[in-house]
């Protein structure tokens, strides 16, 4: 079963700002790269879920995330990142949710010659993750990146996350397309921006959908930007025979900048 949802700055029981109450969706991704792991989020989590139903996915903290504390870098071996996905895994456990969305990490700018070192760093560092996401029953979600003036990052191309998953071989790794990421890279790299789907269909089991306009990462509703999504979701997803989830991640447009984007997706696929 697909579910469809948003991310939870969005939802007004998560954030002040929010411009959707939990009821107005089904799926809700918790956002633990912005939320403390010190806050008892399970609870108002465990609240919604008996009260709408509502089911939870989690996005992990990455090398930039608000709560600076809970910073995590996979390009880098470091037993912080497993003290911190450690309380990631628990807290999803308890608010039964079943994937958890991670970033590849990234690379300063000063340090990118060190970019192979950086991809077996990821790929030790997920081979080890995916032994303890597995003790929870959870799936670990690799997300498409893009690089950006200040860091090179990791798990941005269609080949590279190709050879990454591969190497790696856990059945609990699977992977998330980043719709604005992946417009910006296809265009930074010259390469097709179907080519996400075409090379790792199968193990594509979530997307992010916002909109850009090629060059930066805006988080615009989907009908505000570049990517015509009404011509390229329908064709996408017939690709996608193991897609489970799709949120929305627009920062921009509002309550009504959501819900419109949310009718493209019914619109478009249902």
Do not use: W
Request: glycine share 6%; aromatic share 10%.
């Amino acid at each position: 079963m697909m579910h469809i949802g948003v991310s939870s700055p969005a939802v007004k029981e998560f954030d002040k700002s929010g411009v959707l109450k939990a009821n107005e969706v089904e799926l809700i991704e918790v956002a633990l790269d912005k939320i403390s792991l010190d806050k008892d989020i399970a609870e108002v989590c465990l609240e919604l879920k008996d009260k709408y139903g509502t089911v939870f996915t989690a996005h992990a903290p990455y090398h930039t995330s608000l709560v600076e504390k809970q910073r995590i870098n996979l390009a880098y071996v470091s037993e912080k990142n497993f003290k911190i996905m450690k309380k990631v895994f628990e807290t999803c456990s308890r608010i039964g949710a079943k994937y958890v969305v991670t970033h590849g990490g990234a690379l300063e700018r000063e340090y990118e010659y060190l970019y192979e070192k950086g991809i077996r760093n990821l790929i030790r560092n997920l081979k080890r993750l995916c032994k303890e996401a597995e003790k929870y029953e959870i799936f670990l979600v690799l997300e498409n990146t893009h690089s950006d003036q200040n860091y090179r990052k990791l798990a941005e191309t269609p080949r590279e996350i190709k050879y990454i998953v591969e190497t790696v071989a856990s059945e609990n790794l699977v992977i998330n397309i980043d719709f604005g990421h992946a417009n910006i890279s296809s265009r930074t790299y010259n390469f097709n921006f179907i080519d996400y789907f075409n090379l790792l269909s199968d193990k594509i089991v979530y997307m992010h959908l916002h909109n850009n306009n090629g060059k930066e990462d805006m988080h615009y509703p989907l009908f505000s930007g570049s990517i015509d999504y009404k011509a390229v979701l329908p064709r996408i997803v017939k690709k996608l025979k193991n897609l489970r989830n799709i949120v929305l991640e627009v920062k921009y447009g509002g309550r009504e900048g959501i819900v419109k984007s949310i009718e493209v997706i019914r619109g478009t696929l249902l």
